[in-house]
């Protein structure tokens, strides 16, 4: 037998810290492959966690109500001498540990692969005296960004567990360098006059982390919008006249979303560009089609799952994927797969009455779709050589993307080729 960390799986692409919600399994449980074992929880979404693994809990790590970061070890399980373990996955055993000492920093920081490096205990630390510093992902790549030495991370004092640096740490050692090198933006808070029977409100958590997101993608993102607008009159026919023999035989409603979905799924194929990541002057381009879509959670606010593979998908198996994931989400019930390694998303804003938008889009995705509402409009209609003015069923699409790597023409070609395959119908 062999033990191995379990450590916090990755949540979602903004979420680098989450806490311990309940403990399912104590030490000494035996635990199967794919059996659920712990529940973990953020701002935005409580998650359950399945073992990848079959063996014993051996050690729980991190309490429950403890708020550790992403890819810290949460417990040790014994398993069998046979299983391979994932390359993810903090192994127990010092000599597969990756250490940072000072022949680490020699070289730049963001050459190493941050996502394999373990996080230690400074009793784990050389035997000499010196103070040295085992990082987690996150503070390695914090590290690597703003060019810290090893000299400068042992004038960090950490404030986790056994001295271990934290993300805050970090960021309160950078203040007063960031301070003495520029002058971020700050928004000067104003002094708002509150009358009587009025509440001053504070932000909740997760809308604070909303909307340092939105700031950070919109500061940063070079956002151009480019819209198009769609005779939809023959997909709206298409769904009243299927919508009873769909729900029949799938036991799920048909909503134009899903037809619509796989329209964009289908351009994508043809312009996959879309389908990119872009990050610090790099693109990198996605081989799957990640889809996202907004789902409610129990508190009214809004998340942003996807459908993985979506490029495989029919649009039976996408309104089957989207009804699933929805009520997980609708029930405190997402894993964290469902919300992480979004590659394109479309949010339709047309539910709410909104008949055309600007989205912001969310790194390091390089566009992202709004759907406006369906409306009756006057359209010029062609028949036998003849132009006719005539009612028809119309929405708006509304195509954010980054001008860095998008331009205007392939934004309308893109958008073209959403259009004819909503209009084929």
């Not at 033990?3 to 403990?23: D, M």
Request: with cysteine; net charge neutral; glycine share 4%.
């Amino acid at each position: 037998m062999k033990t191995i960390n379990i450590p916090l799986p990755k949540i979602g692409e903004s979420t680098t810290e989450a806490k311990i919600v309940e403990w399912l399994k104590k030490p000494g449980d035996f635990i199967k492959r794919d059996e659920l074992f712990a529940v973990i929880g953020t701002d935005k979404v409580d998650s359950e966690i399945f073992s990848e693994y079959e063996g014993t809990l051996k050690e729980i790590l991190v309490k429950e109500g403890e708020e550790v970061s992403v890819g810290t070890p949460i417990c040790t399980m014994e398993v069998d001498d046979n299983i391979e373990v994932s390359t993810v996955t903090l192994s127990a055993k010092r000599s597969e540990a990756v250490e940072v000492s000072n022949k680490d920093f020699s070289t730049p920081l963001h050459s190493v692969q941050n996502d394999k490096i373990q996080l230690l205990s400074r009793s784990d630390s050389y035997r000499n005296s010196e103070l040295v510093s085992f990082l987690s992902p996150v503070v390695r790549k914090m590290a690597a960004e703003n060019g810290l030495s090893l000299e400068d991370l042992q004038k960090i004092n950490g404030t986790g567990e056994n001295g271990r640096i934290r993300k805050q740490d970090v960021e309160n050692f950078l203040k007063p360098r960031k301070q003495k090198t520029s002058t971020p933006f700050v928004e000067e808070k104003l002094q708002l006059k509150v009358e009587l029977g009025e509440t001053l409100e504070p932000l909740s958590k997760m809308r604070k982390l909303i909307a340092e997101n939105m700031e950070k993608s919109w500061r940063s993102i070079p956002h151009v919008t480019t819209f198009m607008d769609v005779n939809v009159t023959k997909l709206v026919a298409y769904r009243e006249e299927n919508k009873e023999k769909f729900l029949q035989e799938n036991a799920v409603k048909l909503t134009y979303t899903h037809v619509i979905m796989k329209a964009v799924i289908d351009a994508i194929k043809v312009y996959p560009t879309l389908n990119s990541w872009f990050n610090n002057e790099e693109l990198l381009k996605k081989k799957n089609i990640n889809l996202g879509f907004a789902a409610a959670l129990p508190d009214g606010n809004l998340i942003v799952p996807n459908i993985k593979n979506a490029q495989n998908l029919s649009v039976v198996e996408i309104a089957q994927q989207v009804s699933e994931i929805g009520t997980r989400a609708k029930n405190g019930k997402l894993k964290p797969d469902d919300i992480q390694d979004t590659t394109f998303t479309v949010s339709n804003t047309g539910m709410f009455g909104s008949e055309s938008g600007t989205p912001i889009i969310s790194r390091p995705q390089v566009a992202v779709l709004a759907l406006g509402n369906i409306l009756r409009r006057a359209w010029i209609i062609e028949e036998n050589g003849e132009e006719k003015i005539l009612p028809q069923s119309a929405m708006t699409l509304s195509l954010s993307y980054d001008h860095r790597i998008i331009d205007g023409a392939l934004a309308s070609k893109f958008l073209t080729e959403i259009k004819k395959n909503m209009e084929r119908y």
